[in-house]
Structure formats: structure tokens, C-alpha cells
């Protein structure tokens, strides 16, 4: 069977030393009116510049603090912020409607309103932050034996190419091409997925945690 083509970005599976994953969250504060959009399943970091301290999508070329993201990225790079974890939705009052509102991305430029019990306009963006998670993606090129335990960025680009923003969810992939130490994701095994286990090809999907030197809460 020939393996599915849609990306689907960083999922959920067991944590390390196959427990079940609990699914819980952390939460980490996102600015009103970012310049790049955050889509569930994305990799996402701390800005280290401008609005230092909130939450960006780290599967971008360019991060909203101006460092490279995606398959640019690298811990070589001066100044750049490690990975938290992985996106999984947003709490926001919109500011259309003044109503509270649960998504599971937001879009670039999209503007918050306040929310009246803490007079912030801030949204809480939701984050698995566990060091120990393991996450299924999608390869982007073929992947073999030796390929395990190698480190790898996720693709990137503009907002298109990391998400349909049909549903929110991201449509980012491991970049097979990138492999090196500085990289945000360790390969771990195959995903044993049947309908995308021919490694041989595009598409196949494998089980990734991020690198012990590229976790902020490692």
C-alpha cells in the first residue's frame, strides 16, 4: 500500500518507555496580532526578542522573533530559543464578539480582544511540554535503518505550507535532508503504521522525540 501524503505535523503518541501518554498540557502566554501563525501540531519556542517571553511557531522560516525556524533552524545559531513543545490549541476573547473562544491555531495578524477578568489582551496557547513525549510525523523523503537515532528539523515556510487552514491542523513533515546534531527532532523507531511503513519512499512515518539539546525543559 502506498503511503498517504498529508503531512499532519507533530502527533501525540506514547511518552518514553512506551506509558501511556496523559495528554496534559502547559500554558504559555501568545500575543495579540502575531506576524506568524501557530497551527496545531507545530513545534513552538519562546520569542527571545521583540515580545520576548510569548509563544511562536518554531516550523516557520522565520519566527516572530526574526531567528530562522523549520529546517533553518539549528542550536548553533546565536541567540536562538529551544523548543518548548508541541502546539496544541489556544484560548482567546475575540475581538469581534467579546466572547471566549477555544481554537486549535490561530491565524498570522489575528487580533485578541480583552478579556475583562484580567484587563489582558493575551491568548493561552495550550502546549505538551513533557521532554519525555513521543510524537508520530510524516517523512518528507525516504528514511532508513541508519537514519535512527539521527536528529532532523521539520520542514518550514510560509503559512501555506505548514497548515491547510482548512482545520488548523499542520501539515508540517520531517525534513530528512537537514540531519545534524544541532537539529530539533531524534528519530526513535518506525511508526509500524501500516497503511505508511514502505521507508523507501516519501511519506512513511516514524516516531520522533525532541533532542535532549534542543528541549527548553529538558
Not at 521532554?131 to 528539523?153: G, H, R, W
Not at 511519506?203 to 522525540?209: K, L, Q, R, T
Request: aromatic share 8%; charged share 15%.
Amino acid at each position: 500500500m502506498a503511503n498517504q501524503t498529508g503531512g499532519f505535523g507533530f502527533r501525540q503518541a506514547p511518552t518514553m518507555g512506551s506509558t501511556p501518554a496523559t495528554g496534559g498540557q502547559a500554558e504559555y502566554m501568545v500575543k495579540s496580532g502575531l506576524a506568524v501563525g501557530i497551527f496545531q501540531n507545530n513545534p513552538v519556542s519562546l520569542q527571545s526578542a521583540g515580545d520576548t517571553g510569548y509563544l511562536q511557531d518554531a516550523s516557520a522560516d522565520t519566527m516572530d522573533d526574526g531567528k530562522a525556524g523549520g529546517i533553518d533552524w539549528s542550536t548553533g545559531t546565536s541567540g536562538i530559543t529551544l523548543i518548548e513543545g508541541v502546539f496544541n490549541g489556544i484560548f482567546f476573547v475575540n475581538n469581534s464578539t467579546s466572547k471566549p473562544t477555544f481554537a486549535n491555531h490561530v491565524l498570522a495578524s489575528t487580533t485578541f480582544g480583552t478579556d475583562y477578568n484580567t484587563g489582558s489582551t493575551d491568548g493561552v496557547g495550550f502546549v505538551n511540554d513533557n521532554p519525555m513525549q513521543e510524537y508520530a510525523v510524516k517523512c518528507d523523503d525516504a528514511i532508513t535503518q541508519a537514519n535512527l537515532l539521527s536528529t532532523f528539523n521539520p520542514t518550514d515556510g510560509a503559512a501555506a505550507d505548514r497548515s491547510t487552514d482548512i482545520n488548523g491542523q499542520s501539515t508540517v513533515k520531517l525534513d530528512i535532508g537537514t540531519a545534524a546534531a544541532t537539529c530539533q527532532f531524534k528519530v526513535v523507531r518506525t511508526a509500524n503504521d501500516p497503511a505508511n511503513n514502505d521507508n523507501t519512499v516519501a511519506n512513511s512515518n516514524v516516531i520522533v522525540m525532541i533532542a535532549p539539546t534542543a528541549a527548553a525543559n529538558n
